[in-house]
């Protein structure tokens, strides 16, 4: 108690003793006054604490939800740009097939048949006794094994 209200009630004198009834019901009051102006002042704390709790809360999950998303679309980008790449390779494969010039399916045969024709001739009787030069190549052909006849150390590829 302040020292100004105790000198207050301490001056009290016997004329004062009808007031005092009334000075009673004044200090309730104002006791109550006081308690609900602390009571509010305090749930409007607590208020505050819980709308701001609320408000972290919310900017978390949108920070997560964010977050999620971001990681979403950088993992999506990845598997975009492989389906592009993929269809560029084969758009660039299918242009360089079409640049290329066609390649024979006998390719090794009709080197070998040029082979002995410029490279190394045959002597005229060994091919009259075969008979011709196209009986030759066949029979020639058909005695190598398949993997002397397209392989590189044949003698006809190497040209």
Known sequence: ???????????????????????????KDKKKELKKAASDAKKAETDAKKQLEK??????????????????????????????QAEL??????????????????????????????????PKAELDAVGGKCAWNKSTWESLEEEYRTGPDAPWNQI
Not at 55 to 84: I, Y
Not at 92 to 109: C, H, I, R, T
């Open 89 to 122: 390779m084969k758009n660039v494969k299918k242009e360089a097939k079409k640049l290329e010039p066609p390649k024979a399916k006998n390719a090794s045969f009709q080197k070998f048949c040029s082979y002995y024709s410029k490279v190394a001739p045959i």
């Open 1 to 27: 108690m302040s020292a100004n209200a105790r000198f207050c009630i301490l001056s009290l004198t016997v004329e004062d003793i009808p007031q005092i009834e009334e000075l009673m019901t004044l200090l």
């Open 55 to 84: 408000a972290n809360k919310t900017a978390e999950r949108e920070l997560k939800k964010k977050a999620q998303e971001e990681k979403k679309q950088a993992e999506a980008v990845p598997k975009h740009l492989k389906k592009l």
